[in-house]
């Protein structure tokens, strides 16, 4: 114990009945050993919030790890689909369309306009049982009421 052998506990031993008394001896012993309880319940305690801490450290790391690795997945994920680059792309032509929209344009000759589209339907006649004269034909004809 603390790195003391028998003979040198037995001197302490010794040197205590001498200072103390046969008297005070058992009652001394008695607080020196609530002592040492006491020592060895805080060292107990303080151990077990180590212990504790050491877990609390332990699960932290976890964590950390398990971001990490989503991290990782998140970044190959957007390097994959290319996401960026897309949008870097529909950046860049939305410039070329603003460029080519803003150019000036040489004026160009009038377009001829089209040519209508004629349709026509052909007539059908009736054919009649009686001849109808023509109107060159009432003309030339005399009438026969006069």
């Given at each position: 114990?603390?790195g003391m052998g028998f003979v040198e506990i037995l001197i302490?031993?010794?040197?205590?009945?001498?200072f103390l008394g046969p008297e005070k001896l058992p009652e001394?012993?008695?607080?020196?050993?609530?002592?040492?309880?006491?020592?060895?319940?805080?060292?107990?305690?303080?151990?077990?919030?180590?212990?504790?801490?050491?877990?609390?450290?332990?699960?932290?790391?976890?964590?950390?790890?398990?971001?990490?690795?989503?991290?990782?997945?998140?970044?190959?994920?957007?390097?994959?689909?290319?996401?960026?680059?897309?949008?870097?792309?529909?950046?860049?032509?939305?410039?070329?369309?603003?460029?080519?929209?803003?150019a000036p344009t040489e004026p160009s000759a009038p377009a001829?306009?089209?040519?209508?589209?004629?349709?026509?339907?052909?007539?059908?006649?009736?054919?009649?049982?009686?001849?109808?004269?023509?109107?060159?034909?009432?003309?030339?004809?005399?009438?026969?009421?006069?």
């Amino acid at each position: 114990m603390f790195g003391m052998g028998f003979v040198e506990i037995l001197i302490i031993g010794v040197i205590a009945i001498l200072f103390l008394g046969p008297e005070k001896l058992p009652e001394t012993m008695v607080q020196i050993a609530k002592f040492f309880k006491s020592v060895k319940t805080t060292v107990a305690s303080a151990k077990s919030s180590i212990e504790e801490e050491l877990h609390i450290h332990e699960i932290k790391e976890e964590a950390n790890s398990y971001k990490r690795q989503l991290t990782e997945a998140s970044n190959e994920l957007t390097r994959v689909t290319g996401i960026e680059d897309l949008k870097d792309e529909m950046h860049d032509i939305k410039k070329d369309a603003h460029v080519q929209m803003d150019a000036p344009t040489e004026p160009s000759a009038p377009a001829a306009p089209a040519k209508p589209e004629v349709v026509t339907f052909a007539k059908k006649s009736k054919k009649l049982d009686v001849e109808t004269p023509s109107a060159d034909e009432k003309d030339t004809k005399p009438s026969e009421n006069v």
